[in-house]
């Protein structure tokens, strides 16, 4: 088992209807795990098992011959599957608070981002401001330069003396009347000059808020990407090993002649089917539409929500923000998701409201997320390299979630923008 197993531990929080899915995701979350829970509820958990404990085929086989050996390895085996699906509980519980945790530091950082973006757009239009209003200070001391600056005065007084008293009042209001002007356009000047600095040290700080914040949500990936990677380790030991322990639960409560050797060929045989299962679905083909700049469209069917802000939603699965930084793409529950251009999966786990959610880094800082994937739909795992258009998931309802659809992002230098005209533009549109 692979990395392909990284979803498949995620317990159900809300029903993805559809056939398509069952079968894509059933062969991870076997029916022999599902149905323990229902068969060994009543009974207690062992303590720490090691390898060497566990029955083997041979002990079922010894124990078949004596009912008192029989009755005792049927509630051995059952609390070993007890104690199997305990750990592998603990695990993904783990897991999930730390995705939780993970989305938590992320939000922190967006509104931080946010926030210095728009004090720094404040900044920006307070220094043009400053500067239209230095220009036409200057313009007006270009004026009063020309018109004889200093001397402005004498010479209206000068002037008047030959021309009457009242042309010099009349004069004298108008040169007062510009002295104004010039003082409230220097004033202007100076108070946007001043305003837009302070709001550069505003953004200064919160630039430096968002990097320590952007810093805090890495190592939160991290510790959230651990135990998802230590969760998909527990259920590939614990899988195969709850399997086999039902088929010999199976094979000492059968009361036909039925050997033990015909189970351990049934086992055989349901591993390669499944093996074949998962070739048929060619789970790594190339299945998008590439464009002539190497994008695909990571899903097919309709725009059911679009970026920026909206009413949160609430769910099972916890509740929204108000702002939307993604496209919803409708096309029902269990269909392909593929990686809308090469790159490097960078995340692969359970991510809050978001459910199961995979982040792919494409280089040039831009990145690529897929959320509410289905339970065990995840089929790739962190560092692995994906093409364009590969199947990287298959569409479900986990996390905040109403229906199955596929929550798209597109994230440049970590902060979300919109995806509709980002993917147009590189001949992939959405919907």
Same mark, same amino acid.
């Given at each position: 088992m692979s990395k392909k197993l990284a979803g498949a531990w995620r317990r159900s929080r809300t029903t993805n209807a559809g056939s398509a899915s069952s079968v894509r995701w059933r062969g991870r979350l076997t029916a022999a795990i599902v149905m323990s829970l229902t068969i060994v509820g009543s009974f207690g958990v062992a303590g720490p098992a090691s390898a060497a404990d566990y029955p083997s085929?041979?002990?079922?086989?010894?124990?078949?011959? &004596?009912?008192?050996?029989?009755?005792?390895?049927?509630? &051995?085996?059952?609390n070993f599957i007890v104690q199997l699906q305990d750990e592998l509980q603990v695990a993904q519980d783990e897991a999930e608070k730390r995705g939780t945790e993970f989305?938590?530091?992320?939000?922190?950082?967006?509104?931080?981002?946010? %926030?210095?973006?728009?004090?720094?757009?404040q900044a920006d239009a307070k220094t043009t401001e400053a500067d239209t209003a230095t220009k036409q200070a200057g313009r007006v001391?270009?004026?009063? +330069? %020309?018109?004889?600056?200093?001397?402005?005065?004498?010479s209206l007084f000068l002037?008047?003396?030959?021309?009457?008293?009242?042309?010099?009042?009349?004069?004298?209001?108008?040169?007062?009347?510009?002295?104004?002007?010039?003082?409230?356009?220097y004033e202007q000047a100076v108070a946007a000059r001043n305003t837009a600095a302070a709001l550069g040290e505003q953004a200064g700080v919160a630039r430096d808020e968002r990097e320590s914040l952007r810093q805090a949500a890495q190592t939160a990936m991290e510790a959230a990407q651990a135990a998802a990677s230590a969760a998909a380790a527990k259920l590939e030991k614990n899988q195969?090993?709850?399997?086999?322990?039902?088929?010999?639960?199976?094979?000492?409560?059968?009361?036909?002649?039925?050997?033990?050797?015909?189970?351990?060929?049934?086992?055989?045989? %349901?591993?390669?089917?499944e093996a074949a299962a998962a070739a048929a679905r060619g789970e790594s083909a190339d299945g998008g539409q590439l464009s002539s700049q190497g994008w695909a469209i990571p899903a097919s069917g309709s725009i059911s929500g679009t970026y920026g802000y909206r009413d949160p939603i609430s769910t099972g699965g916890g509740s929204s923000g108000s702002f939307h930084r993604g496209t919803d793409i409708a096309g029902g529950c269990g269909i392909p998701i593929y990686a809308a251009t090469s790159g490097t999966?960078? +995340? /692969?786990?359970?991510?809050?409201? +978001?459910?199961?959610?995979?982040?792919?880094?494409?280089?040039?800082?831009v990145s690529t997320g897929y959320a509410h994937i289905v339970n065990g739909g995840i089929q790739v795992g962190v560092g692995y390299q994906v093409s364009a258009g590969?199947?990287?998931?298959?569409?479900?309802?986990?996390? /905040?979630?109403?229906?199955?659809?596929?929550?798209?992002?597109? %994230?440049? &230098?970590?902060?979300?923008?919109?995806a509709q005209p980002f993917m147009a533009d590189r001949g992939a549109p959405l919907g």
């Open positions: 085929w041979d002990d079922v086989q010894a124990a078949k011959g &004596n009912e008192a050996a029989k009755a005792a390895e049927v509630t &051995n085996i059952k989305q938590a530091a992320e939000e922190a950082f967006f509104e931080a981002d946010a %926030r210095a973006t728009a004090i720094q757009s001391a270009s004026q009063l +330069y %020309r018109s004889g600056g200093a001397d402005l005065s004498l002037d008047g003396e030959s021309k009457g008293a009242t042309d010099l009042l009349s004069k004298l209001g108008n040169m007062n009347q510009v002295a104004e002007h010039s003082n409230g356009v195969e090993l709850i399997v086999t322990l039902n088929a010999q639960l199976t094979a000492l409560q059968d009361t036909t002649a039925k050997t033990v050797k015909e189970f351990e060929a049934g086992e055989a045989a %349901r591993k390669a089917a999966v960078t +995340y /692969a786990g359970w991510y809050g409201t +978001y459910g199961n959610f995979i982040l792919i880094d494409h280089g040039s800082g590969q199947v990287i998931a298959y569409v479900g309802t986990t996390g /905040a979630s109403t229906g199955c659809h596929l929550h798209f992002e597109v %994230r440049i &230098n970590g902060s979300a923008i919109d």
